[in-house]
């Protein structure tokens, strides 16, 4: 909104800020649970079709493990977003943050020096358990729902005191 010069007009309006972020975000949010539901039933699909035998609870708790994983990663993209008002920053933060968390959870197994470090990515906690295998860890969902809430929260308290004029 802010890049394209739609944010003026948007805030013009009756329309507190708090209530612009929480809103768009659950539009995304929710946008993004709806496109895992149907991943979810296109592998569920898939599965029958050529004959493979899958577990469609842990499917689906793969599935939502992966919508937590990417949701948590939207709700950085959004702190930063609403922190410098820049998409690429944003973009740029989160995608990063998301390469090199990737990475470090990949390679820990393998390198010694990373092992202690694994459990600061986000991937760990959407698949550190194997989740195909042995079910959602509910400890780790949490990890995952408070990195979205802390974001999120972030995110709110940001848009909500910056000036955006400049």
């Known amino acids: 909104e802010e890049e394209r ?9 009756p329309l507190p800020r708090r209530r ?31 004959g493979i035998v899958l577990n469609l609870g842990r ?18 993209a959004l702190a930063c977003g609403c922190w410098k ?6 973009i740029g933060v989160s995608g990063g943050l998301a390469m090199v968390t990737f990475l470090v959870n990949a390679y820990a197994p393998m390198v010694e020096s990373l092992r202690p470090w694994r459990i600061l990515s986000p991937f760990y906690f959407y698949n550190g358990e194997n989740v195909l295998a042995n ?6 969902a949490l990890v995952l729902a408070g990195l ?3 974001f999120f929260t972030v995110a ?3 848009f909500s005191r910056r000036d955006i004029s400049t």
Not at 5 to 13: R, S
Not at 85 to 90: A, L, T
């Open 5 to 13: 010069g739609t944010l003026d007009l948007l805030l013009a309006n």
């Open 20 to 50: 612009l972020v929480v809103e768009k975000s659950l539009a995304h949010a929710s946008g993004l649970f709806m496109l895992s539901v149907v991943f979810w039933l296109a592998m569920a699909g898939a599965t029958r079709l050529f």
């Open 59 to 76: 499917l689906a708790a793969v599935v939502f493990s992966c919508w937590l994983l990417g949701v948590s990663f939207y709700a950085l």
């Open 85 to 90: 008002g820049k998409k690429k920053f944003s």
């Open 135 to 140: 079910g959602l860890v509910p400890a780790h």
């Open 148 to 150: 979205v809430a802390f």
């Open 156 to 158: 709110v308290l940001f």
